[in-house]
């Protein structure tokens, strides 16, 4: 059913039609309306046959969860910036283990200097970790992917992030079409665990393995990975069929079978990217783009076969690797590995800056022109920049950067 909702909310009740019978809950901004919203479902009853836990720190929630899903219960938790890091060692363990764990990412930056607004740092620093990784563009495909992510990690016993931009789309009011119980339960089987704790049989998970195994088993874990990405377009068609819509899957293009500029994302900046795309053609620039959906696994054959065709790719990323630039680029460039074919990195959007059509627009007319940077920051204040360092260079005690700018950009003399 067609409703204007918030979209945690849109996520917490897809969730909760998903039937999970454990939900790990602490709060951190901007994911903490998704599990209030189903803990009030928990609490009113709509929810049914579900222990909603409430728990001490990020840590002890997929530590929790951990256990739970052991034990053979469908397992929820949600979390976000530092919380993705306080968990960390969790984070390993649970897709070391192969427990079918879901969790929501509510993307945030990473601090120091503290900021609660939107990059992707956080699920970015958790990409070796074993976890499948699937970003939502809208809304409605965040809570289309939650359904998804459940069957997805039973299928292969892997625990899935579903990764949705703070604030753009946690808080954001928009149409959602919520589906019924009834179409839920078709889609999804109840929960069958490939492995179990059972008092019956007793066994140790997670226990030592010496050199003569553990090459084998992360080995596995890489098979697993290498299945998922003929899994995830499976579902996606899946889905398609039983709801009526396209969601999730590897990577969607837009206007891209004739481009010779492509330009790749993940997340709610392809909207804004598609709109620029739309204004640049119809002035006679032959530009597309492409949306990644599945992070890890990283669909490289079918970024290659998606991309080929252009000259010119540009890569907008929301989170930088200091010292080396572009993640999402260098995976790219790597998937590219000997076509004939330029990959510039565009870093935007960190700690919440806004992405503009306007800055975009003159970013792809750049890379058109062969004139775009192998590494550009998107709205760079380079003044501040050049004082503070200017200000490093001059004094020893020079004081902490974040504060300096900050103080710069409230002077007056400072553009």
């Known amino acids: ?35 209030e919203g189903l803990g009030e479902m928990v609490k009113s009853g709509q929810l049914k046959g ?191 069929d039983a709801f009526g819509r396209d969601s999730g899957g590897l990577l969607r293009g837009y206007r891209a079978t004739d481009a010779d500029t492509l330009v790749v994302a993940m997340g709610s900046v392809n909207g804004t990217i598609q709109e620029t795309v739309d204004q640049l053609r119809a002035e006679g620039m032959k530009i597309g783009s492409v949306s990644l959906c599945s992070y890890r696994p990283f669909p490289a054959e079918a970024l290659r076969r998606a991309l080929g065709c252009a000259s010119e790719i540009v890569v907008v990323e929301k989170c930088v690797a200091v010292g080396m630039g572009g993640i999402l680029s260098m995976e790219i460039r790597n998937a590219l590995s000997g076509l004939p074919l330029t990959v510039s990195t565009v870093v935007a959007g960190l700690g919440g800056r806004a992405i503009t059509q306007k800055a975009l627009r003159a970013v792809f007319q750049r890379a058109q022109f062969g004139q775009l940077q192998p590494l550009t920051f998107l709205g760079l204040n380079e003044n501040v920049v050049s004082r503070e360092l200017e200000r490093q260079r001059d004094r020893r005690h020079s004081g902490p950067p974040a504060e300096n700018i900050l103080r710069d950009l409230r002077s007056p003399v400072c553009p």
């Open 50 to 240: 579900c222990d909603f836990i409430n728990v001490e720190s990020e840590f002890a929630a997929l530590s929790v969860a951990i256990g739970s899903s052991a034990a053979g219960a469908r397992s929820y938790t949600a979390t976000a910036s530092q919380g993705l890091l306080y968990m960390a060692e969790a984070v390993y363990n649970a897709s070391g283990l192969g427990l079918p764990i879901v969790m929501t990412i509510g993307n945030r930056a990473i601090g120091a200097p503290i900021n609660i607004w939107n990059d992707h740092s956080d699920s970015m620093s958790m990409r070796d970790a074993g976890w499948l990784q699937l970003h939502a563009e809208t809304n409605q495909e965040a809570a289309d992917l939650h359904i998804q992510a459940f069957k997805l990690a039973e299928e292969l016993s892997l625990p899935v992030m579903v990764c949705m931009d703070g604030f753009i789309l946690t808080h954001a009011y928009e149409r959602v079409d919520v589906p019924t119980q009834q179409q839920v339960d078709a889609f999804l089987p109840p929960f069958a665990p490939r492995q179990v704790l059972d008092p019956a049989a007793p066994l140790s998970i997670g226990a030592m393995v010496g050199p003569e195994a553990f090459m084998e088993v992360r080995y596995l874990d890489h098979q697993k990975q290498s299945q998922a990405l003929e899994l995830i377009p499976e579902l996606s068609r899946e889905f398609r």
């Open 1 to 35: 059913m067609l409703r204007q909702i918030e979209g945690s909310r849109a996520v917490a009740e897809s969730v909760a039609l998903c039937r999970p019978e454990v939900i790990c809950a602490y709060p951190i901004t901007p994911q903490t309306h998704i599990v």
